[in-house]
């Protein structure tokens, strides 16, 4: 009788120390999520060098996708394949309905950029992508501009090179290849600019190498 209730006594004792774990591990998780959370609105913060750079690097892809849009192709169009009984001829340009799940018109998009980059970026993306989007009927439509990527870039990394209260230097080391696209013929580094301004942190120094 005794064995057995010492027996049932060590499984209470494990069971409630599993339990005990298990809502420790818990609640240590919520902590480092609301932690990095709170990244947005100061990314200088004194958190872990791996979230800062996981971070960055979130950042950096979304603000590569936009700048892409003006640079190097165009907007998703609504259709998965552009539907070219659905085109419409604006000035001898050729547009299509854009698609995307919060941008529906030319404000929404300036309001987009303006919520990655300095105004000054956003300024320069809109004249070099002239005429690139209009509005049709308060929706958004895009011309096909894309030009494809440079197939002579290998392997590339991002590190965070200079970090104070204000600025954040994101740094990219590109390999660059040779004819045969299996030779690194050279490196080269390019460095962005994320800065505190006055409507929160933006890009103020942006380009793209592909």
């Known amino acids: 009788m005794k064995k057995i209730c010492f027996m049932f006594l060590l499984i209470l ?16 998780t919520n902590d480092e999520n609301n932690n990095f959370e709170h990244l947005d609105s100061d990314p200088t913060s004194p958190y872990s060098t791996e979230d800062i750079n996981s971070f960055m690097d979130s950042k950096y892809k979304t603000a590569k996708e936009a700048f ?18 659905n085109i419409k001829e604006i000035n001898g340009i050729y547009y299509y309905k854009v698609g995307h799940n919060s941008i529906k018109n030319l404000s929404d998009l300036e309001n987009y950029l303006k919520s990655l980059f300095s105004d000054e970026i956003v300024e320069m993306l809109f004249s070099v992508g002239k005429d690139r989007y209009i509005d049709i009927d308060g929706e958004l439509w895009a011309s096909d501009a894309s030009r494809g990527t440079n197939i002579y870039i290998g392997d590339v990394f991002y590190t965070i090179t200079e970090k104070s209260d204000s600025k954040i230097e994101y740094t990219a080391t590109v390999e660059k290849l040779s004819d045969d696209l ?16 006055e409507n929160g942190w933006r890009w103020t120094d942006f380009s793209i190498f592909e």
Do not use: R
């Not at 165009?74 to 070219?84: G, H, T």
């Open 182 to 197: 299996q030779t690194v013929d050279e490196i080269c580094t390019y460095t962005y600019c994320y800065e505190k301004c």
């Open 13 to 28: 004792f494990a069971v409630f120390s599993i339990s005990c774990t298990q809502n420790g591990i818990h609640n240590a």
């Open 68 to 85: 892409f849009w003006f640079t190097a192709s165009s907007m998703p169009s609504a259709e998965q394949i552009v539907d070219f009984n």
